[in-house]
């Protein structure tokens, strides 16, 4: 499918930006420019906002959102979610208009984890923040008023590879009990080396050199780039993993690794639903205010609630 004209119009305004003399210039401008392209925020039953131990003696803040026709009475399905921003952009403010249409779709209370961020904290520890929310959620699920058997991992972008990688580690770990995973457009394999970068690795809002910077943000000096629970492809299994719904963008770098893992998880045993959301780039569950194409994204997981 062409790829969506709004996008497109989109993509042309951008391609003469000035990109951002410092981290934390380039962070307010992906909030400001990522709030720009949102829709109205649905409005939800429920806001509360949580705070948890983690390592180092800190605390970091989960935010909950209860979908707007949940039954209160009854102990809630969840999804502990991690927002997307290349491990080192994004917060909860910035995902609030996404999480709520998360918790409509999917009929789950959406635990957005305020996650520490690199280069400031860089790899493991985002993904020991998600685990400890994980964690953290199986414990308190009766407090929190979600069922603990029903608890998901999600993510997009960089929390897809959070979220995948907590998978593993709950697995590894004989940890929490994960009922499913949901994968949206996830960064799996480091090495960047699938076709799909070779495709749309420049002039598809996501760049190559972007990923490049983002991945080297996140692991720093790491010099085992291919350990499985910074970079979820090069698992050695992915057996006994839970079910999984991948959803990728037509037009998007990272394509065909989540498809591509995705494959292997069937191959596996594993249920999956795999989709790929036709003239859609990377970000797109950002952009309901920019074309309504992108509801396609909030749509899928709602057949797969």
Known sequence: MPLDKQIALFLQQQADATAPSSLEALRTQTAVGLRSLQGEPQPVQGISEFHIPVSGGQTIAVRGYIPLNALVDEPLASMVFAHGGGWCLGSLDVYDVPCRALANATGRMILSVDYRLAPEYPFPTPLDDVYQALCWASEQATHIGIDPLRIALGGDSAGGNLAAAVALMAR????????????????????????????????????????????????????????????????????????????VCEYDPLRDEGERYAQRLQAAGISVKCQRLPGMVHACMHMTGLTPAAQSLFTALETSA
């Open 172 to 247: 590894d770990r004989a940890g929490p009990t994960v009922e499913h995973q949901y994968l949206l457009y996830p960064a799996l394999d480091s090495g960047m080396t699938m076709p799909s970068f070779s495709q749309y690795g420049e002039g598809y809002y996501l760049t190559q050199e972007v990923m490049s910077w983002c991945w080297e943000n996140y692991l720093g000096q790491e010099s085992d780039r291919q350990q499985p629970y910074a970079s979820p492809w090069y698992a050695e299994t992915v057996a006994d993993l839970p079910p999984a719904t991948i959803l």
